[in-house]
């Protein structure tokens, strides 16, 4: 049933799907859909929890990894970038599930996603710090502007669109924006020359 | 009645409010408030587009000033983070016009927000790469992730308190994201000497 919800929501680029269009594309019975799901919030919690899951553990795994925390948070954004990319309907999830449904909901988010999410930047900051490549940095800070701009290209494209004639987030502006942003996020907008002055 | 609407917004931390909410507070008849901006929505952009005017008319003045676009950049970054915080719905506003209303709402508010931002960064960016202070960045991806960070810092506040007990965004937190963001937009998280070893 959440492989019904997921694919529905990818193919109407929206999450504007009912409980029995769910039960229709995965063959269920809707009274069993609504059994186990309670209603459509409890249902796109859980699809959103299952995506979660799996992102997580890869955080996890990444860390565990031999290379420089550098290297790690390269990987980190790239990673978030495509996340968002290969379930575009998870962003709208989480802006919905956080902001439109009842506290009991956004709990639950915070409590899957967001939390495990700041510690593991937490965690690759300070050992960044500690092995002298990162700047010393607030994690709750580092978080904020990092996730943002990640979600932005997917939530704030199509005002853009319309503002400007960009066009929509394709394969390639995927891969732009994840080089701009281990760019920018690791060395800044300044050239070296400049920026070796701003340090005096 | 724009003035009324406004404070009722700060007063209640939310949107959610009626015409005839704000004829009650301006002391102007409700079936004058319709007269004039048709319906909610109406309003709502009215007052958007009365906050984004001033906001946008900073920027120009910005960028006409003898400074360098290291120093502007900067100023505009505080700029942002300081109209978010000082009209706390603008963003929820943005929001909500952009994607929950009919498409010449949120038509609108690309043309007089999204745009006119747009091309301020754009010409901040050949300013500053032609004077050999910024590397060669897309204005439209350095949009994306410059907006979406200085969105994020109250878009996504209240989900970080529910998960970890961040707290709110005041006039302290809102002073540290400034400096954090112009840090880490300007130098980048990296320290000087991994950078250097990073550019070879």
Redesign the interface.
């Known amino acids: 049933m959440l492989v019904a919800a997921s694919e529905l929501m990818i193919e109407r680029s929206s999450i504007e799907i009912s409980l029995s269009d769910i039960a229709q594309k995965s063959g269920a019975n809707a009274a069993l859909v609504k059994y186990h799901f309670g209603n459509k919030d409890g249902l796109l919690l859980a699809l959103l929890e299952r995506n979660a899951a799996t992102e997580l553990s890869n955080l996890e795994y990444l860390l565990a990894q031999p290379i420089t925390p ?1 290297a790690k ?1 390269k990987l980190h954004i790239g990673g978030i970038i495509r996340a968002y990319y290969r379930f575009p309907y998870m962003n709208r999830l989480i ?1 919905y599930l ?1 902001h439109e449904t009842n506290t009991a909901a ?2 639950e ?3 899957f996603f ?2 495990p999410l ?1 510690d593991f930047h937490r965690r690759l900051l300070a050992d ?1 710090v500690s092995l ?4 010393a ?2 994690p ?14 997917f ?6 669109s ?3 004639g ?1 066009g929509p987030v394709t394969d390639e502006v995927c891969r ?2 994840i080089k ?2 281990e ?14 002055a ?2 005096g």
Chains 1, 2 share one sequence.
């Open positions: 550098t948070l802006h956080l956004a709990d988010v915070s409590k967001v939390a700041l960044g002298g490549e990162f700047r940095t607030d709750v800070l580092f978080y904020t502007s990092l996730i943002g701009a990640c979600d932005h290209l939530f704030g494209r199509h005002a853009m319309r503002a400007t960009v732009q924006y701009h942003m760019t920018l996020i690791c060395g800044g907008i300044l050239t070296q020359v400049e920026e070796a701003a340090a």
